[in-house]
């Protein structure tokens, strides 16, 4: 079991964007917290387009976290972020798939 707390978290907010654009910056960010230590928080509520780029940052984080036996916590999960999910045929981490219609 992790011994770490809710409060070593470290924030990332993600932006509007989270496409292939965006994504060598969004995967680039999460990298330096888990590198940094402690447990990563993901605040989705402010993005507004979403992809597949988004989705595999996202996983990869949750499975290092795992791996490094450290919290990982998304929130804000808004529709947009939820249909990349769906598209992806990947369930959130930390939802069941019947938290989300289709999936």
Do not use: N, W
């Amino acid at each position: 079991m992790s011994k770490t707390s809710a409060s070593d978290l470290k924030r990332f907010r993600a932006e509007a964007d989270c496409t292939l654009r965006h994504a060598k910056a969004t995967a680039g960010a999460l990298v330096q917290i888990l590198e940094a230590g402690g447990g990563v928080h993901v605040d989705c509520s402010a993005v507004e387009q979403a992809d597949i780029t988004f989705v595999q940052a996202l996983v990869a984080t949750e499975r290092s976290c795992a791996a490094r036996d450290l919290p990982f916590a998304l929130t804000g999960l808004s529709d947009v972020v939820a249909s990349a999910f769906q598209r992806a045929g990947v369930t959130p981490p930390g939802s069941m798939p019947s938290e989300l219609s289709g999936i």
